[in-house]
């Protein structure tokens, strides 16, 4: 079990019960050490190779071009409303509006200022900017989202939520990142040309974290809108020029340009970003986020997935206020986003869904706030919608579990399915195998006229490791079904061509090649390139393990 991946203790060392507020600040400095060590700056698997060759002078695998040529086209933003957003005061339940009202006296949204959508359902009246949306039909919502055993962790769910695992699995890999390894198998000597998945605010965050033990991160993780609208003004991260004259000027000039040097993307980031300009105006920090989503789609970015972050939800006190504030952000935010989209007649394009780690306790707590809880809805915009509506079961608010919380109604993985075979035209076996679970579709109103080529490609997969003797020297190992040509090539982390180790026709077995690379160049990270079948493997190994 990957050390990050276990659940957060709640006993000290002479076996006493930590406190509710220890566990919770021991769980955030433990979340704080993950987010360190992937946010330096910016974090991405596809920053640590290849970093000095120009992404035009790659060429691109057959599956990507495909994949680019298909319905890639196809944008999925994820909203994540982090900290576990209270869904009883985002959609208000008038079905039972007594119950809602008695438990939370003070923290329920009033009758007469609730937004009504349904005889049964309203919204908070700070989410009025997305009452158009809902009236064209651009707007829906799933009620009672989760899953079994839900854990009220922060970090521990929001790994759930990445891995679309049981709540009992440890799985360190995202089912985006499962996606994304089918579609680039040859993602670190072979880069697509435009970065597969863009993150604002999510360090630590496992979404695109490959299965295959190849790529760590599909993303390119930025900390803040600013970092990013930094990549999109100057095609670099870091300032070269006001650098202290000194010794330390020059190490930190070194140190800064080997960083821009890894961040293969920062070019085609700014040349999209000054291709395109925002047409509405955007007001809040959720908004900042969008715009520049906006402006890269606008741009002719091909990336297919964006995720962006409103932080602030774990509202144990002082909610009211601080929960207004985060759904006149949120609504205002997505409402210039699809009406900036839509000056460029791109908004049907572009299908949005928010998530969150939890819901919040049904009844308020003491500090006029509430806990952690469990399900919660789930809100999907755009045009592919094809209409407004409700998803599922309303959530019983007279039937809660022992600890006082929503028993879920609609598994999360059930919309990801939906929207996996829907939206991004991806076989529903292959759907199955990514969840690794049949989860029962939604009818979300988005449909697939065909299933990509791409789609029908992805699978057809060639077994390959790296091993060490017993002196810990590397050989790669591999397997194949059929006799074929296949070709085995070394590269160091600048992408230059370091040695063939196999080229030619072999049949039907498993093959062990030994690595032998001068000795001189034995501390460099090393990448292994398979090419079989018209595809390519690609992994990166140490030569010598020590």
């Excluded at 769980?27 to 060590?37: C, E, P, V």
């Excluded at 055993?149 to 970090?155: E, G, I, T, V």
């Excluded at 919660?376 to 079961?393: H, K, Q, V, W, Y």
Aim: aromatic share 8%.
């Amino acid at each position: 079990m990957c050390e990050h991946h276990k659940d957060i203790s709640n006993q000290k060392e002479d076996g006493s019960k930590l406190a509710h507020g220890e566990v919770h600040e021991q769980a955030h400095q433990k979340w704080g050490r993950r987010s360190f060590l992937k946010g330096l700056g910016i974090s991405s698997g596809m920053g640590l190779l290849l970093g000095n060759l120009p992404v035009h002078a790659l060429t691109s695998s057959p599956l990507s071009m495909l994949v680019s040529e298909g319905d890639a086209e196809r944008i999925l933003v994820m909203i994540r409303l982090k900290g576990g957003n209270d869904g009883l005061n985002t959609i208000i339940p008038l079905y039972n509006y007594d119950t809602y009202r008695n438990r939370r006296p003070q923290l329920s949204i009033n009758e007469s200022e609730a937004i009504n959508l349904t005889n049964e359902h309203a919204l908070h009246p700070q989410l009025n900017a997305l009452v158009p949306m809902w009236e064209q039909g651009n707007m829906k919502v799933v009620n009672g989202v989760g899953y079994d055993n839900h854990n009220l962790s922060h970090f521990r769910s929001t790994d759930i939520l990445a891995s679309a695992s049981d709540a009992n699995e440890d799985i360190s890999s995202g089912f985006l990142g499962r996606y994304l390894d089918d579609c680039f198998p040859d993602f670190l000597t072979n880069p697509p040309e435009f970065p597969p998945a863009i993150q604002i605010g999510g360090a630590g965050s496992i979404l695109f974290g490959g299965g295959q033990d190849t790529v760590e991160d599909y993303a390119l993780n930025v900390q803040s809108p600013d970092q990013l609208f930094e990549i999109a003004q100057t095609g670099r991260l870091y300032d070269l020029d006001n650098l202290p004259e000194c010794t330390y000027g020059e190490q930190l000039g070194f140190l800064r340009s080997v960083a821009n040097s890894t961040f293969i993307y920062a070019s085609q980031i700014k040349e999209k970003f000054d291709a395109s300009q925002n047409d509405v105006a955007y007001t809040t920090s959720l908004g900042q986020q969008l715009a520049l989503v906006a402006r890269l789609i606008k741009g002719g970015m091909k990336t297919q997935f964006y995720v962006v972050t409103l932080d602030g939800f774990d509202t144990h006190a002082d909610q009211a206020n601080n929960h207004a504030n985060l759904m006149n952000d949120l609504s205002s935010a997505v409402s210039s986003f699809y009406e900036d989209l839509k000056i460029s007649d791109l908004d049907n394009k572009v299908l949005s869904m928010t998530f969150s780690e939890f819901g919040r306790r049904v009844e308020q707590n003491a500090s006029q706030g509430t806990d952690h809880g469990t399900a919660s809805p789930t809100m999907l915009f755009g045009p592919a919608l094809n209409g407004n509506g409700f998803i599922g079961d309303n959530p019983d608010l007279d039937n809660l579990d022992n600890n006082g919380n929503l028993e879920f109604r609609t598994d999360f993985r059930q919309i990801y399915a939906t929207v996996l075979e829907n939206w991004l035209c991806i076989d529903s076996a292959k759907v199955d195998e990514l969840l690794f679970d049949n989860f029962q579709r939604l009818d979300l109103g988005i449909t697939c006229q065909s299933v990509s080529t791409a789609s029908a490609r992805v699978g057809e997969r060639l077994d390959h490791s790296v091993f060490y003797d017993h002196q810990g020297r590397a050989h790669i190992q591999y397997s194949l079904e059929m006799t074929q040509y296949i070709k085995v090539e070394i590269y160091n982390i600048s992408g230059q061509h370091i040695k063939t180790l196999q080229s030619g026709r072999q049949s039907a077995s498993t093959y062990t090649l030994p690595v032998n690379i001068e000795r001189h160049m034995v501390m460099s990270p090393f990448v292994y390139r398979i090419s079989a079948n018209g595809q390519s493997y690609s992994k990166t190994f140490p030569l010598l393990k020590i």
